[in-house]
């Protein structure tokens, strides 16, 4: 879209035309194979125009292939002995006159059937989708709703927790009843992995019987090389999908699986499994999660709870179960650690108490440790600061915040918010600031490890070793 400018041109206040625009001004050029038709209406440069668009269109009109209709069916009619084999043999609708295929003619062996006899009894096999109700399903299978309700609490008496989604019911039904509706007469399904529940109409109606189907639970072992991929190579193996990602997850804990793993190294799992005598299987939780690296050995996890928390623990490491390392209070890299360092605001080399971490102004800093906030506010040189003390004398500072939601007295959890990343204080730009404290003294946030207050019961360990050791004999490979 071009606009008009008007430019004062030496004070005569001369309208002119701003570069680039239009050249329909411009005195005509002697040829052009694109003229404005709107222009110069029969001058002989419109006329030159309206003869080379004629032109134009004539020579595509000329070169365009021809159009012509597609025959979709073959022309004609058929003969009316044709259309009458067409339509006998043909599956035609029945108010088209269908006779669904050629009859035969009646003689002394075919007599035609005047009323189709009713089935006495209606077998049925069927599954239940997930969201459905026994009672439902068999309403729509066509039995009368008395005996679908009775049916669905016997089946519900057997298996309180219900049917799993995909179960098989076969179902008998009886003769028809007046309004169209079947009596059922049997019912037999599985009410779980391990019990078969058949459902019979006998002298008093009717009646559940179950029957016990032995499952083997022996868990599962599954071992083999990590190579290019250690997810896909568990897929490989028969680990499902959820199997597979516990077990990256309690690997995680102890390495990092993108960089620490080679290609030969082996893994080894043990996952719940149940075998039903008659064939069916049911996978279950990831039990252990083993790990035997060329080069840096064996990681042996089990799941455990203890003190209440329930964690993958290293069977390795087994003393250090109960030791947790303080939680990092924000993701970010650190730009600064624990030790003498050239303080840039101060010109001289110091102790650099705590890590820094370069983080974004804003950023939310979280409690590494449960504890309760013993000050929060303007600290000096630390700027805003909150101060956390934990279990065993440990204390924990977080400085230079831009904003603190705490107060002195709150209990934390960890990782809940205390305040947001500043640069409050003696502070070049925006980052976090970390301290940590034992008995008062700044030490190491990396050294720092709870122990003590919940050390390994050695009855607990043995406990754990013994798990180990059933699991890892038991697992049928
Ligand atoms: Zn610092």
Redesign the pocket.
């Known amino acids: 879209m071009y606009q008009w400018r008007e430019i004062e041109a030496g004070g005569a206040g001369v309208a002119v035309m701003p570069r680039g625009f239009s050249p329909s001004l411009a005195a005509p050029r002697p040829w052009s194979l694109v003229v404005d038709l709107a222009d110069d209406l029969f001058s002989a440069r419109w006329w030159q125009g309206a003869a080379t668009l004629a032109l134009l269109c004539g020579t595509a009109g000329m070169l365009a292939p021809r159009a012509e209709p597609l025959v979709a069916a073959p022309a004609g009619q058929p003969s009316a002995a044709a259309a009458r084999e067409y339509r006998d043999i043909g599956i035609t609708s029945l108010d088209a006159g269908s006779r669904s295929g050629p009859r035969l003619v009646a003689n002394q062996q075919v007599e035609p059937l005047l009323v189709a006899p009713e089935r006495a009894q209606v077998e049925l096999g069927v599954r239940i989708g997930a969201g459905d109700r026994i009672d439902h399903l068999l309403i729509r299978s066509g039995a009368l709703p008395l005996d679908a309700v009775r049916v669905a609490g016997l089946v519900h008496r057997a298996a309180p927790r219900g049917i799993d989604p995909g179960t098989a019911i076969a179902i008998r039904l009886g003769g028809r009843e007046p309004g169209g509706l079947r009596s059922i007469e049997r019912v037999a399904l599985r009410a779980g992995l391990d019990v078969g529940l058949v459902i019979v109409r006998g002298a008093q109606g009717l009646v559940a019987s179950a029957t016990h189907i032995a499952i083997d639970e022996r868990p599962r072992r599954i071992r083999g090389r990590v190579g290019d991929g250690l997810y896909w190579s568990l897929r490989g193996s028969g680990v499902t999908p959820q199997a597979a990602a516990d077990y990256l997850k309690a690997l995680a804990t102890k390495l990092d699986v993108g960089a620490d793993l080679g290609p030969d190294d082996r893994f080894d799992l043990v996952i719940a499994h149940r075998r039903a005598a008659t064939g069916e299987e049911q996978g279950g939780p990831l039990l252990y999660a083993g790990i035997d690296r060329v080069g840096g050995g064996a990681i042996q996890m089990l799941k455990w709870t203890l003190g209440g928390r329930t964690a993958w623990f290293d069977a390795a490491s087994l003393s250090q179960i109960s030791s947790t390392a303080l939680a990092w209070p924000v993701s970010g890299p650190i730009t ?1 650690g624990f030790g003498m ?1 050239y303080h840039p605001i101060l010109h001289f080399a110091r102790m ?5 971490f370069g983080v974004r102004w804003g950023s939310p800093i979280v409690a590494s440790a449960d504890g309760v906030v013993s000050r929060a506010g303007w600290a000096g040189g630390y700027g805003r600061q909150v101060r956390l003390a934990h279990a065993a004398g440990i204390a924990t500072s977080y ?2 915040m831009s904003r603190m939601v705490v107060e002195p007295g709150t209990i934390v959890r960890q990782g809940q918010l205390i305040g947001y990343v500043g640069t409050s204080g003696l502070s070049t730009g925006a ?1 976090l ?2 301290e940590t404290y034992r008995g008062g003294v700044a030490v190491n946030p990396r050294s720092v490890r709870f122990t003590g207050a919940a050390a390994v019961d050695p009855a607990e360990a043995a406990r754990f070793k013994a798990r180990l050791a059933q699991l890892l004999a038991t697992g049928r490979s």
């Open positions: 600064s360092r650099h108490k705590g890590i820094d400085s230079h980052h600031h970390y």
